[in-house]
């Protein structure tokens, strides 16, 4: 049974910073690639980091890129996202999740495993 388990989250005030955890069992975590996600009130789950099964690849929705940083500890079954310069748009509920592939891909549709979520609110 794959279980992905989300920490980190928090309040904190615009400008500062987050590191997110998401903490991996039940499947060869190093075979795929993994994902965040978040979701605010009303509307649509969006894509915000993905790296592949290496981490050798990152991608970044253009909200984030140069803000936000994934990386993964395959020893450690551990994928992060650390944020910085939060913005109060960033408040959100942010999901880990893994995909069926060893590549990233952007929609949520291609992840069949998820995190409960961890709340992240950026007051301005």
């Known amino acids: 049974q794959v279980q992905l388990v989300e920490s980190g989250g928090g309040l904190v005030q615009a400008g500062g910073s987050l590191r997110l955890s998401c903490a991996a069992s039940g499947r060869t975590f190093s075979n795929y690639a993994m994902g965040w996600f978040r979701q605010a009130p009303g509307k649509e789950r969006e894509f915000v980091a993905g790296?592949?099964?290496?981490?050798?690849?990152?991608y970044y929705a253009d909200s984030v890129k140069g803000r936000f940083t994934i990386s993964r500890d395959n020893a450690k079954n551990t994928v992060y996202l650390q944020m910085n310069s939060l913005k109060p748009e960033d408040t959100a509920v942010y999901y880990c999740?893994?995909?069926?592939?060893?590549?990233?891909?952007?929609?949520?549709?291609?992840?069949?495993?998820w995190g409960q979520g961890t709340q992240v609110t950026v007051s301005s």
């Open positions: 790296i592949n099964w290496s981490g050798g690849s990152t």
């Open positions: 999740a893994s995909s069926d592939t060893s590549w990233v891909l952007r929609p949520p549709s291609n992840y069949n495993y």
